[in-house]
């Protein structure tokens, strides 16, 4: 069942350059969200909303 002719995995060899910016832009994108949400609460409070 297994490909002997394949070479065995080197542990930390992966590249995940394209993981990391997209795991950086979710953490962007969700402490952005985080601010307008208290933002918003914030200014409702502010109206009596």
Do not use: Y
């Amino acid at each position: 069942m297994a490909d002997h002719n394949q070479p065995e995995h080197m542990h930390g060899s992966m590249d995940i350059r394209a993981q990391e910016k997209t795991f950086a832009g979710f953490v962007r994108m969700a402490t952005w969200t985080v601010v307008v949400v208290i933002c918003v609460l914030i200014f409702m409070g502010l109206v009596n909303a």
